[in-house]
């Protein structure tokens, strides 16, 4: 049930399980998206038994998504904006790349997002020339209409005179990101992370001709509801869901004729679904905003590091951001501010740079590392002896031993002592710290220290 219309699902045979989840997640059309993705994308078609379970099994299980790992995310304070209601009102641009050289010279992609229904267009170009990106722009506006206003960063294309000359003549508005609050472009930088991702896994035979398989990605992505709408992309702006691969399969196993409208029945149909679907996609939008920022705007540990600490650095190569990596290990000079910090960098210009927390992890050296690996324990042939409450049946000590014995490795009734785990004291230079002496009763002296003489040896 979906906007209040009943869905007729097919129900898919064991045998042809693998075939759906391959059309749905591997295929150039299924553009490796992640598990909820592939799962809302059957969901809307096909059912058996276990279908979550064998959505989470094939996608985590996919060698190109494995090979692809995530750079770790650090969340940020969210800042709500406005809910956009009408379609290509209000867009988010922004520049990709640059990008391997395409076969057709494309190094960059411009992408632009449609803040109501998350539609997004992603167009290759060979440069980030101004005139370059105001042609696209009104070839673009020619389909969808003109927004009333756009949101950009401050990067040069953006700040040009001939950009500045194109919004005041077609009565746009400019809306540029603060340099202290990037969050505000948040949705078209999440969308370029997911676009960036969805190609390196599919240009992984042929580097040369990640231009082609834009659109391929595209429809992959504008087919699947958004968590933030509860609807595609695709059917909010057009009113009716695209028909896919996995549409093609349906009909064929279930062979039965579509049915056939009027166009005047087709537009009533689709006036009718948008009065049902926008209340909807508002008020989900509304929620998805309210939880997004009881999640993100909770209080967390903070991290910080100290003079002389060694961090790795997170940063594009300067041939491509699709190689982003982590450099160093570096040293921490000093802390400037609340969440940034000086860093000395040997051999490069400049020699010390100030880095925001969010692009900087700990370095964990090879001797700590190795003196985290568990020592190999000798395996007891003998049975272990330890203590066992008087209180036990002779059903559950049997029972208690037996676990002893099948885990003698890691049970014993003497004391010892561990290097695992370690714990930095740090202290505040010139303040004096007293300890307060815990007296120990003569009467349990003796027996704490025949527990510490096993532990010595």
């Known amino acids: 049930m979906k906007a209040g219309v009943q869905q007729e ?5 064991r045998p042809f399980i693998p075939s759906v989840l391959q059309l749905a997640h591997t295929h150039l059309l299924g553009a ?10 059957i969901k809307t078609r096909f059912y058996w038994p276990g279908v979550k379970k064998a959505v989470e099994d094939y996608c985590r299980s996919c060698p190109d998504c494995q090979q692809v790992a995530p750079r770790p995310h650090m969340r940020s304070p969210l800042i709500p904006l406005p809910i956009i209601s009408v379609p290509f009102s209000r867009i988010g641009m922004d520049l990709v790349g640059p990008l391997p050289r395409s076969s057709r010279g494309h190094q960059y992609i411009l992408v632009v997002l449609d803040y109501a229904t998350r539609y997004p267009e992603a167009i290759p170009l060979r440069s980030m020339a101004t005139k370059g990106i105001a042609r696209e722009l009104m070839l673009l506006f020619s389909r969808v209409g003109l927004p009333e206003e756009i949101l950009t960063d401050q990067g040069t294309p953006f700040m040009s005179r001939i950009m500045r000359d194109l919004c005041q003549l077609m009565k746009v508005t400019q809306l540029r990101t603060s340099v ?8 078209v930088e999440r969308f370029n992370q997911t676009l960036k991702k969805m190609l390196k896994k599919t240009m992984e035979a042929d580097g040369r001709n990640w231009d082609q398989l834009l659109p391929f990605v595209l429809f992959a992505i504008r087919e699947v509801p958004q968590a933030s709408t509860g609807f595609s992309p695709f059917e909010l ?7 896919g691969l996995l549409d093609l399969a349906k009909e064929a196993w279930e062979q039965q004729p579509s049915p056939h409208r009027t166009m005047v029945e087709h537009v009533e149909e689709v006036r009718e679904r ?31 590091f100290a003079p002389g600490d060694k961090v790795l650095v997170l940063v594009p190569t300067s041939e491509c951001k699709f190689l982003a990596k982590w450099n160093g290990p570096y040293e921490v000079i000093e802390k400037v501010g609340a969440v940034n910090y000086r860093v000395r960098q040997p051999g490069r210009r400049p020699p010390t740079k100030v880095y925001h927390i969010n692009l900087l992890k700990k370095w964990v050296a090879r001797e700590v590392l190795f003196s985290l690996t568990p020592p190999q324990v000798a395996v007891k042939t003998e049975p272990v002896q330890v203590p066992m409450g008087e209180q036990l ?3 559950q000590r049997q029972d208690l031993q037996d676990l ?36 120990i009763p003569e009467a349990r ?11 010595r040896t």
Do not use: C
């Open 9 to 13: 699902l097919l129900l898919v045979p």
């Open 32 to 41: 490796h998206l992640g598990v909820e993705k592939t799962l809302e994308r």
């Open 180 to 187: 202290y609050h990037p969050q505000t472009d948040g949705l």
């Open 237 to 243: 702006l057009y009113g009716r869901r695209p028909r």
């Open 274 to 304: 948008m009065a049902t679907i926008w209340p909807m996609v508002r008020e989900h939008m509304a929620e998805a905003q309210t939880a997004q920022a009881r999640v993100y705007n909770r209080g967390v540990q903070p991290r910080e």
């Open 393 to 395: 049946t002779p059903s």
């Open 404 to 439: 002893v014995n099948r885990n003698r490795d890691v049970f014993s009734a003497e004391a010892g002592h561990t290097d695992l785990i370690q714990h930095r004291i740090v202290t505040e230079p010139g303040k004096r710290v007293k300890l307060r002496p815990y007296r």
């Open 445 to 455: 002296r003796e027996a704490i220290a025949a527990e510490q003489r096993p532990s």
